[in-house]
T-cell receptor
Framework: QKEVEQDPGPLSVPEGAIVSLNCTYSNSAFQYFMWYRQYSRKGPELLMYTYSSGNKEDGRFTAQVDKSSKYISLFIRDSQPSDSATYLCAMSSDGNKLVFGAGTILRVKS | GAVVSQHPSWVICKSGTSVKIECRSLDFQATTMFWYRQFPKQSLMLMATSNEGSKATYEQGVEKDKFLINHASLTLSTLTVTSAHPEDSSFYIC????????????FGPGTRLTVT
């Protein structure tokens, strides 16, 4: 079993839809959680980061962490074609080594 | 802010030669930098962690004599792939953590290495 599980998709939604991306994990020591967006042949771009459980909102993005369920989510409101990319969840127990999910491919259709 | 650059963005080299990749934090100081490797359609795998002025810490299975890492300043880390072979062909990405910051890592654009 992988430490971090993430559905690879692809997830296809119409423009303007609310997108829900999720990851589950098995290591209860994880306490730092991040979401990255990666376009093809580019480095990952940090979108959101949270520590421990709770919600965090930044513009169209909301990150949620439920440590009791070992489940994290990223919501994207009013999705745009430019949001089409691969979304990676990443987590760490010590703030150093990041363990990444496999990434979910998102396609937003105009 | 929090921009990380890498150079070169892509490189082709012959088997047996060495290649150096630079990672720079452009607008912040980074005590800690990380080197990752990504194969096509796969996620990132941490290779090593480097702290400024110290020896790098390598992940299990990563040959430290093959992947030489130097972090001589707070804005520059280098990865040298020595005696490269075709199986070393991959996408190498660095990240940096801001000195005095929290834990978030900012990634560079990556370097695509092809060994022929």
């Amino acid at each position: 079993q992988k430490e971090v599980e993430q559905d690879p998709g692809p997830l296809s939604v119409p423009e303007g839809a609310i997108v829900s991306l999720n990851c589950t994990y098995s290591n209860s020591a994880f306490q730092y959680f991040m979401w990255y967006r990666q376009y093809s042949r580019k480095g990952p771009e940090l979108l959101m980061y949270t520590y421990s459980s709770g919600n965090k909102e930044d513009g169209r993005f909301t990150a949620q962490v439920d440590k009791s369920s070992k489940y994290i989510s990223l919501f994207i409101r009013d999705s745009q074609p430019s949001d089409s990319a691969t979304y990676l969840c990443a987590m760490s127990s010590d703030g150093n080594k990041l363990v990444f999910g496999a990434g979910t491919i998102l396609r937003v259709k105009s | 802010g929090a921009v990380v650059s890498q150079h070169p963005s892509w490189v082709i080299c012959k088997s047996g030669t060495s290649v150096k990749i630079e990672c720079r934090s452009l607008d912040f100081q980074a005590t800690t930098m990380f080197w990752y490797r990504q194969f096509p359609k796969q996620s990132l795998m941490l290779m090593a962690t480097s702290n400024e002025g110290s020896k790098a810490t390598y992940e299990q299975g990563v040959e430290k004599d093959k992947f030489l890492i130097n972090h001589a300043s707070l804005t520059l880390s280098t990865l040298t792939v020595t005696s490269a072979h075709p199986e070393d062909s991959s996408f190498y990405i660095c990240s940096a953590r801001r000195t005095g910051g929290f834990y978030e890592q900012y990634f560079g654009p990556g370097t695509r290495l092809t060994v022929t």
